[in-house]
């Protein structure tokens, strides 16, 4: 079974800072899934990706399949960024379920 | 498109007492799946279907079950509601084979369980 590692689990920051947030997993995958929810709020699907880089606005996720590893990048965050960021996998024989970490709670403060 | 709905999306029921919660998709997905989420838990799989007709256990299904007679639909049903079972659910939506299991969430269901 893939055990996926989020870290930071809190991360605190004040707008216009450049946030990192990190995803590890033991086993080999087939994509690796950014997601946000916002408090209260439901899922939404940010970034799937298989390697490289993607991005989006001020995001950025970027994967290492050898380093078993993603981060996702924030910059010049803002206070509507606040949210729970969930990293999820895919694939390692199971390809139709995703395995999620306990995600990290960011709030950006004015 | 209205995507992923869920019905109801919230709900009180004392223990013992039995509800079903509905999820539908317009997206004509194959794969659909309910979860639910607890504090520092993250979200773990109760029940997924790969397809009409057929369902399958996830990580915690004892205490529910499901069905999936039409594919836009897949239903969860708590026969004997127990206060653990207190959670916020979600079911999601996957297109299905070889797209990497990119998965649309509804809007959440918050059941309290007294």
Known sequence: ?110 | NAGVTQTPKFRVLKTGQSMTLLCAQDMNHEYMYWYRQDPGMGLRLIHYSVGEGTTAKGEVPDGYNVSRLKKQNFLLGLESAAPSQTSVYFCASAIGQGHYNEQFFGPGTRLTVL
């Open chain 1, 1 to 110: 079974k893939n055990e996926v590692e989020q870290s930071p689990q809190n991360l605190t920051a004040q707008e216009g800072e450049f946030i990192t947030i990190n995803c590890s997993y033991s086993v080999g995958i087939s994509a690796l899934h950014w997601l946000q929810q916002h408090p209260g709020g439901g899922i939404v699907s940010l970034f799937m990706l298989s390697s490289g880089k993607k991005k989006h606005g001020r995001l950025i996720a970027t994967i290492n399949i050898q380093e078993k590893h993603s981060s996702l990048h924030i910059t010049a965050s803002h206070p509507r960024d606040s949210a729970v960021y969930i990293c999820a996998v895919s694939g390692g024989g199971s390809n139709y379920k995703l395995t999620f970490g306990k995600g990290t709670l960011l709030t950006v403060n004015p």
